[in-house]
């Protein structure tokens, strides 16, 4: 994926406010992601990831960063139920 330089990550804060108060969020490379989440989905087909998921991960008292794992093939509604269950409890 395209790598954040300097302060870049501060154009996507709309949408990790949004990705943060979902609790984990998975995108796909398509329009209805698209019209959700611009920027982030712009750089997954820039990248050539079809699926996306992304996990905040909490510190203390609020998110401290972002776990994002990329798919460059699409994924199976069982394999994304296997891999938030096995995510998502421990961050």
């Not at 998975?26 to 019209?35: A, F, I, N, P, Q």
């Not at 199976?76 to 998502?88: A, G, N």
């Amino acid at each position: 994926m395209k790598e954040w330089k300097e302060l870049d990550y501060l154009n996507y804060g709309e949408e990790i406010q949004k990705i943060n108060a979902s609790k984990y969020i998975m995108l796909e490379d398509s329009d209805k992601d698209m019209r959700s989440f611009p920027k982030f989905v712009w750089v997954m087909h820039n990248s050539g990831i079809k699926f996306a998921c992304f996990y905040p991960i909490i510190g203390v008292h609020e998110p401290v960063g972002m776990l994002i794992i990329g798919y460059r093939d699409k994924v199976t509604p069982v394999d994304l139920e296997y891999i938030r269950r096995l995510i998502y409890p421990t961050i």
